[in-house]
């Protein structure tokens, strides 16, 4: 039997060529010359050496182009046909490579090859995204985040195609078109771009009772955070994990970042799309380059199917979660992105994750969504790829031997070596691949069922779990749930779609009801919406659902931004940097222009942001550093005192120096300064204000806020 693997070893070496800085394959036919000359000489896309790439080919110096310039024209017609169409959901993206190192041997749970040996390193590549915005929006929408991570194994690609919120929307992929078309800018109008607070989206979901559980999501912090390296990642769907023996076990897979969760608050989300619409991909480039590679642990939430049935609702239901707290989160891995891309269109763009691209051990259930996901994926990217061979570049390719007999197709890089291209054959050795006793099996799941068009029973219950998810967080993560809705739906010019969401919100809570009711001016409580089955008043509370609830408590990989200006102190300026730098975090220094500031004892610090282009936004927490005199000269700017100001408003803490309170006055702060903001006086409280920046925000100061 011929194996792919003794088959290509048979063969020579394919000749590898470089083309821009990638090491290619030539495809099959192809030998390299010896390079005549160094690859710094510019050629066409035939290889043909150019002599002037500035100027067209003309009749005299003056006179008209002519047809003839074949460097012209295929330079023009390349460019001409630059673009691809961009993903019809989560077109804007960021993507890195790493690995996932397997902890354990997992052969009682999956035959899935990835899991059988400890510390064993699969490559991997991730992109996240948004989902509504176009490809040129930016990153700091209130939306869903996309998770999606391709796993190369050794038994083929591994795609989990999973979100940063452990529901979603819709139960049947059915309605995946109609609820797309909602959010996406309205058709007459074209606007607006990347956000759900118009007409269309809140009318859809006003009449789609089975969305109110990951609405509720996506208007927590959970739709705004600091950046993908804070942020959870979730399969959504219950899948299946199947043992050498054929033993199924349900899965939901999770990813939790080593960092820790952190989200920004709705004003700080707006402002920073100003001022850094790529502040979420910056921030993973910035991060990788600097070594500080992202980390996420996979962890599995595994039950069988009698312990399924003793849930309360479905696990095929997409629009439910599987609580930590019934089902704990078995860690079984670890992702790290460690390497950026060498070309972002090549890779990140060109990437095409499938929910088909599963491995042995690895099976899908009955989840309608997931079942329609399958047939999405595949499909769209032939139209955005542009052909059934988009497998064959690079960042698709398996990095395992591979070998079939499907052929040709447009740009097809690797069609079958020899004269047989099909199976059965008698060519015996030569015949090429066969299947295999190990190739992957479907669980033979036993179905006897008559065909039609409905809703399980057991999808109906669309509140209880909404309402699970409101009360498991804290305070303030509820005040941010209820001013996200009031403000989303104020954005709406009809008022009855306004009523329409309260009327769902009082099967939720009450007094959530209640609160955006009155931010909205609506007079008239409505009655609660119908409801296929009343909410669950009995589900306890999951702390595993709040952000605030498991906070990280460490400043590591955040950003302190610094405020400087000449004669600032440079003992606390030393300090403070060292401080942060200890606690794995970074320092960037803010001034009125970039370049050399002198500090009090004469040196010199280099400020890396004038400081209307790095307002505070940009940071975790911030240090104002201040002489009296630059303290004075700083109140006179209007980006200084938003930089001071919106810290203060954003929850943020702030250090500061006697002679920053001018600044602070100006902003009309210095009556209202609390425990979040530190006064530093020696290098002493410089470390305490460190310590507690390990809080993240200062969250008390918000309720005392208008
Ligand atoms: Fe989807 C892209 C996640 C439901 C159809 N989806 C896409 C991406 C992510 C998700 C992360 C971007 C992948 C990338 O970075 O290239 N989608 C989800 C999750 C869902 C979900 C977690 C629900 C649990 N999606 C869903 C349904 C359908 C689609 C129900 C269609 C019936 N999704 C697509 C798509 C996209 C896509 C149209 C657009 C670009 C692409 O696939 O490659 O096929």
């Given at each position: 039997?011929?194996?792919?693997?003794?088959?290509?070893?048979?063969?020579?070496?394919?000749?590898?060529?470089?083309?821009?800085?990638?090491?290619?394959?030539?495809?099959?036919?192809?030998?390299?010359?010896?390079?005549?000359?160094?690859?710094?000489?510019?050629?066409?896309?035939?290889?043909?050496?150019?002599?002037?790439?500035?100027?067209?080919?003309?009749?005299?110096?003056?006179?008209?182009?002519?047809?003839?310039?074949?460097?012209?024209?295929?330079?023009?017609?390349?460019?001409?046909?630059?673009?691809?169409?961009?993903?019809?959901?989560?077109?804007?993206?960021?993507?890195?490579?790493?690995?996932?190192?397997?902890?354990?041997?997992?052969?009682?749970?999956?035959?899935?090859?990835?899991?059988?040996?400890?510390?064993?390193?699969?490559?991997?590549?991730?992109?996240?995204?948004?989902?509504?915005?176009?490809?040129?929006?930016?990153?700091?929408?209130?939306?869903?985040?996309?998770?999606?991570?391709?796993?190369?194994?050794?038994?083929?690609?591994?795609?989990?195609?999973?979100?940063?919120?452990?529901?979603?929307?819709?139960?049947?992929?059915?309605?995946?078109?109609?609820?797309?078309?909602?959010?996406?800018?309205?058709?007459?109008?074209?606007?607006?771009?990347?956000?759900?607070?118009?007409?269309?989206?809140?009318?859809?979901?006003?009449?789609?009772?089975?969305?109110?559980?990951?609405?509720?999501?996506?208007?927590?912090?959970?739709?705004?955070?600091?950046?993908?390296?804070?942020?959870?990642?979730?399969?959504?769907?219950?899948?299946?994990?199947?043992?050498?023996?054929?033993?199924?076990?349900?899965?939901?897979?999770?990813?939790?970042?080593?960092?820790?969760?952190?989200?920004?608050?709705?004003?700080?989300?707006?402002?920073?799309?100003?001022?850094?619409?790529?502040?979420?991909?910056?921030?993973?480039?910035?991060?990788?380059?600097?070594?500080?590679?992202?980390?996420?642990?996979?962890?599995?939430?595994?039950?069988?199917?009698?312990?399924?049935?003793?849930?309360?609702?479905?696990?095929?239901?997409?629009?439910?979660?599987?609580?930590?707290?019934?089902?704990?989160?078995?860690?079984?891995?670890?992702?790290?992105?460690?390497?950026?891309?060498?070309?972002?269109?090549?890779?990140?763009?060109?990437?095409?994750?499938?929910?088909?691209?599963?491995?042995?051990?690895?099976?899908?259930?009955?989840?309608?969504?997931?079942?329609?996901?399958?047939?999405?994926?595949?499909?769209?990217?032939?139209?955005?790829?542009?052909?059934?061979?988009?497998?064959?570049?690079?960042?698709?390719?398996?990095?395992?031997?591979?070998?079939?007999?499907?052929?040709?197709?447009?740009?097809?890089?690797?069609?079958?070596?020899?004269?047989?291209?099909?199976?059965?054959?008698?060519?015996?050795?030569?015949?090429?691949?066969?299947?295999?006793?190990?190739?992957?099996?479907?669980?033979?799941?036993?179905?006897?069922?008559?065909?039609?068009?409905?809703?399980?029973?057991?999808?109906?219950?669309?509140?209880?779990?909404?309402?699970?998810?409101?009360?498991?967080?804290?305070?303030?993560?509820?005040?941010?749930?209820?001013?996200?809705?009031?403000?989303?739906?104020?954005?709406?010019?009809?008022?009855?779609?306004?009523?329409?969401?309260?009327?769902?919100?009082?099967?939720?809570?009450?007094?959530?009801?209640?609160?955006?009711?009155?931010?909205?001016?609506?007079?008239?409580?409505?009655?609660?919406?119908?409801?296929?089955?009343?909410?669950?008043?009995?589900?306890?509370?999951?702390?595993?659902?709040?952000?605030?609830?498991?906070?990280?408590?460490?400043?590591?990989?955040?950003?302190?931004?610094?405020?400087?200006?000449?004669?600032?102190?440079?003992?606390?300026?030393?300090?403070?940097?060292?401080?942060?730098?200890?606690?794995?975090?970074?320092?960037?220094?803010?001034?009125?222009?970039?370049?050399?500031?002198?500090?009090?004892?004469?040196?010199?610090?280099t400020a890396d942001f004038k400081v209307d282009g790095g307002p505070s936004v940009l940071f975790d927490a911030v240090a104002i550093l201040l002489s009296e005199a630059g303290g004075k000269a700083m109140a006179q700017i209007p980006a200084a005192r938003d930089f001071a100001g919106d810290a203060f408003a954003h929850s943020k803490f702030i250090a500061y120096t006697e002679g920053s309170t001018v600044l602070l006055r100006k902003i009309g702060l210095s009556e209202e300064l609390d425990e979040g903001c530190v006064k530093l006086g020696d290098a002493s409280n410089a470390k305490d204000f460190v310590r507690i920046c390990a809080r993240l925000r200062h969250w008390a100061r918000e309720k005392k806020l208008p």
């Amino acid at each position: 039997m011929a194996s792919a693997t003794t088959k290509t070893a048979k063969k020579p070496k394919p000749a590898k060529a470089t083309f821009h800085d990638e090491t290619v394959e030539q495809p099959s036919g192809g030998e390299t010359h010896q390079k005549a000359s160094d690859d710094t000489i510019m050629t066409t896309q035939q290889g043909v050496p150019v002599s002037d790439d500035q100027n067209s080919l003309k009749a005299g110096s003056r006179g008209p182009t002519l047809m003839e310039d074949i460097v012209m024209r295929e330079k023009i017609f390349h460019f001409d046909h630059e673009r691809i169409p961009e993903r019809v959901v989560h077109a804007r993206g960021y993507g890195a490579h790493g690995y996932f190192e397997t902890y354990e041997n997992l052969s009682d749970i999956t035959s899935a090859d990835i899991f059988q040996r400890a510390g064993e390193k699969t490559p991997a590549f991730v992109r996240f995204s948004t989902v509504a915005g176009s490809k040129g929006s930016v990153d700091l929408a209130r939306d869903v985040r996309g998770f999606a991570v391709k796993l190369y194994t050794k038994e083929g690609n591994w795609d989990i195609v999973g979100n940063n919120i452990p529901v979603f929307f819709i139960q049947d992929a059915m309605k995946f078109p109609d609820l797309i078309h909602s959010v996406k800018p309205e058709p007459d109008r074209g606007f607006p771009q990347a956000q759900s607070a118009h007409d269309n989206f809140w009318d859809f979901i006003s009449l789609m009772p089975e969305a109110m559980h990951m609405l509720m999501w996506v208007m927590s912090d959970r739709a705004i955070p600091r950046s993908f390296r804070f942020m959870e990642g979730f399969g959504v769907h219950t899948f299946r994990l199947v043992n050498a023996k054929g033993k199924s076990t349900f899965v939901k897979f999770h990813w939790k970042p080593k960092l820790g969760m952190q989200s920004v608050v709705w004003n700080e989300a707006v402002k920073i799309n100003g001022a850094d619409p790529d502040f979420h991909r910056k921030d993973l480039w910035n991060a990788i380059e600097a070594g500080e590679y992202p980390e996420w642990e996979l962890g599995l939430q595994l039950f069988d199917e009698d312990f399924a049935e003793k849930f309360d609702f479905d696990v095929l239901d997409a629009t439910k979660l599987v609580p930590e707290e019934l089902v704990p989160v078995r860690p079984v891995g670890r992702l790290v992105l460690d390497r950026v891309v060498d070309n972002f269109f090549a890779e990140t763009e060109q990437v095409a994750f499938c929910t088909q691209n599963i491995v042995p051990g690895v099976d899908f259930t009955d989840d309608p969504l997931l079942q329609g996901r399958n047939f999405s994926y595949l499909d769209t990217q032939i139209k955005r790829l542009g052909g059934p061979n988009f497998t064959h570049i690079p960042i698709n390719a398996p990095k395992c031997p591979f070998a079939h007999f499907q052929q040709d197709g447009h740009m097809a890089m690797h069609n079958p070596k020899g004269r047989v291209n099909y199976e059965p054959n008698s060519w015996g050795e030569d015949g090429g691949p066969r299947e295999s006793d190990k190739g992957f099996k479907s669980y033979p799941e036993e179905l006897d069922a008559p065909k039609q068009r409905v809703r399980s029973e057991t999808f109906a219950d669309h509140y209880s779990q909404a309402r699970q998810f409101y009360i498991s967080q804290t305070e303030t993560e509820q005040g941010h749930i209820a001013d996200a809705i009031t403000f989303e739906l104020s954005m709406l010019e009809r008022e009855e779609i306004r009523v329409r969401i309260v009327s769902h919100l009082l099967n939720i809570d009450e007094g959530l009801a209640e609160t955006v009711a009155d931010g909205l001016g609506v007079r008239k409580m409505p009655k609660p919406a119908d409801a296929a089955r009343p909410t669950r008043q009995d589900l306890k509370p999951s702390p595993a659902l709040s952000i605030l609830k498991n906070s990280p408590e460490t400043f590591e990989g955040r950003k302190l931004g610094v405020l400087i200006a000449e004669d600032s102190p440079s003992i606390l300026l030393n300090t403070l940097k060292s401080e942060i730098e200890a606690a794995g975090a970074e320092i960037i220094l803010v001034s009125k222009r970039v370049g050399e500031i002198e500090l009090d004892n004469g040196t010199t610090v280099t400020a890396d942001f004038k400081v209307d282009g790095g307002p505070s936004v940009l940071f975790d927490a911030v240090a104002i550093l201040l002489s009296e005199a630059g303290g004075k000269a700083m109140a006179q700017i209007p980006a200084a005192r938003d930089f001071a100001g919106d810290a203060f408003a954003h929850s943020k803490f702030i250090a500061y120096t006697e002679g920053s309170t001018v600044l602070l006055r100006k902003i009309g702060l210095s009556e209202e300064l609390d425990e979040g903001c530190v006064k530093l006086g020696d290098a002493s409280n410089a470390k305490d204000f460190v310590r507690i920046c390990a809080r993240l925000r200062h969250w008390a100061r918000e309720k005392k806020l208008p």
